[in-house]
């Protein structure tokens, strides 16, 4: 309120008590502080709103990388490798990560590898919010996120990508109790539970009798269904038998690459939303736009060429930095394309359908403005030059998650 404003309220009052007539009214006065910049708003929304992501691949960067580029090292200066660190998590106002289970698809023909393996990640997951407990929790329910978030830490859900440590029930029984809460049932080849949307090898036509019971348990036990990586008959086959919401962990609109499987077709997102599940929108370059495909594999050789230059193998230490630099200096795609996405998504499935699932840390490029968790401010202020309400933004950014994984906890408990 502006003191002329006051200071007319105070004189009308003062009037009143003098004659017993009543006050002039006093219209309303204009704001008298300027509306907030769209910047600062989204700012303001990113650190209010509960973050949800979809998909971090950082247990991987965990077995690879050192602790102080991860931990949100005190020293700013460490902490430039990678998209992810909780320094840089608090400054986007991320607060829900799912962390990536991922399991290689190389791993899956050998007897008991994909078990270890997704047991060991899980393992560095533990071990990293044990050494930094009051910046990680695990979280285990929608009810943990936000326990977690209002007291200012980083929570970190758990998704599997790639089912194939999972070759019973007990072994995903096993899983659920350590915590994973959802399972992407293939990544890049077809397993024993169904058909991967990038293989050429159909072995199933959809899900395997085993990959059938697995979604059953899922929905018993109260794990999160997800529709990224898997064919589109695998997808369609688990939307028919699940009794909960599902959501694509980290898919976008297959409209703006057209025939590219491992992103939603238009029929499948409007199954998606009639199933009251949600998709997660991917922010790498590829999954942008097909002509971006084609630069990211000309990224792929430039950081070939560089490595070589150095004398450095993929697996150096070193070669993370210059790759990390490298995507920074050569980012592909725009905050504008993203939100093309989501738009184009809400337009088809509406608005408590559609999430985010950044892919940061598992994708080879990604848009320039998006490069890291930051980040997420840049994209919430795209949607609000674009007409969303806070209250669209806050569903976007987390609210349907949370819906979906409520809603799957309580398919499980019967409630
Ligand atoms: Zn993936």
């Known amino acids: 309120m502006s003191r002329l404003a006051v200071l007319g309220i105070a004189a009308g009052l003062a009037l009143a008590a003098a004659d017993c007539t009543p006050p002039p009214v006093v219209s309303a006065p204009p704001p008298s502080r300027p509306a907030p910049s769209v910047e600062a708003h989204a700012s ?18 965990l077995t690879q990388e050192p602790d102080a580029a991860l931990d949100g090292s005190d020293n700013p200066a460490g902490d430039t490798l990678g998209d992810f660190s909780f320094r840089r998590a608090r400054l986007g106002g991320l607060d829900a990560p799912f962390m990536s289970i ?3 698809a190389a ?9 270890a393996h ?3 990640l899980i393992d560095a997951v533990e071990a990293w919010t044990r050494r930094h407990p009051n910046r990680f929790e695990i979280a285990r329910s929608p009810a943990d996120v936000e ?14 990508e790639n089912g194939a440590p999972i070759g019973s029930l007990d072994d995903l029984r096993h899983f659920f109790r350590r915590g994973i809460r959802y399972v992407s049932l293939t990544h890049g080849k077809t397993n024993a539970l169904g058909d991967a949307s990038y293989d050429s090898v159909r072995t199933w036509r959809g899900l395997s ?3 059938r019971d697995v979604v059953r348990e899922m929905n ?11 064919s589109d008959d695998a997808a369609f086959e688990i939307l028919r038998l699940s009794r909960a919401p599902v959501i694509a962990s980290h898919s976008s609109m297959q409209h703006f690459t057209p025939g590219w499987e491992r992103n939603v077709s238009d029929s499948l997102a409007r199954a998606i939303a009639r199933n009251g599940g949600v998709v997660m929108i991917n922010f790498g370059s590829s999954f942008l736009k097909t002509a971006y495909q084609g630069q990211q594999t000309q990224f792929q050789l430039r950081l070939n060429a560089a490595l070589r230059q150095q004398g450095l193998s993929p697996k150096d230490a070193a070669a993370y930095t210059i790759y990390y630099a490298m995507r920074r200096l050569y980012p592909v795609g725009t905050v504008p ?23 940061f840390d598992g994708v080879t490029s990604l848009p320039a403005g998006l490069t890291d968790v930051s980040m997420y401010p840049n994209l919430i202020a795209e949607l609000i030059r674009r007409g969303y309400t806070d209250a669209d933004i806050e569903k976007i950014c987390g609210g349907n998650a949370l819906r979906v994984w409520r809603e799957v906890e309580r398919v499980a408990t019967g409630g």
Do not use: K, W
């Not at 326990?147 to 599997?160: E, N, T, Y």
């Open 102 to 104: 991922y399991i290689s």
């Open 147 to 160: 326990r977690i978030a209002a007291a200012g830490r980083v929570a970190l859900p758990m998704g599997m």
């Open 337 to 359: 394309d993203v939100a093309d996405h989501i738009d184009y998504a809400v337009r088809l499935m509406g608005i408590d359908h559609v999430g985010l699932g950044s892919d």
């Open 44 to 61: 303001e929304l990113a650190q209010r709103f509960v973050i949800v992501d979809g998909h971090i691949d950082v247990p991987y960067r």
């Open 209 to 211: 009798p085993l990959g």
């Open 220 to 230: 018993r036990l109260g794990i999160l269904l997800d529709l990224s990586h898997v």
């Open 118 to 120: 997704a047991n060991r």
């Open 107 to 115: 791993l899956q023909d050998t007897a008991g590898a994909a078990f």
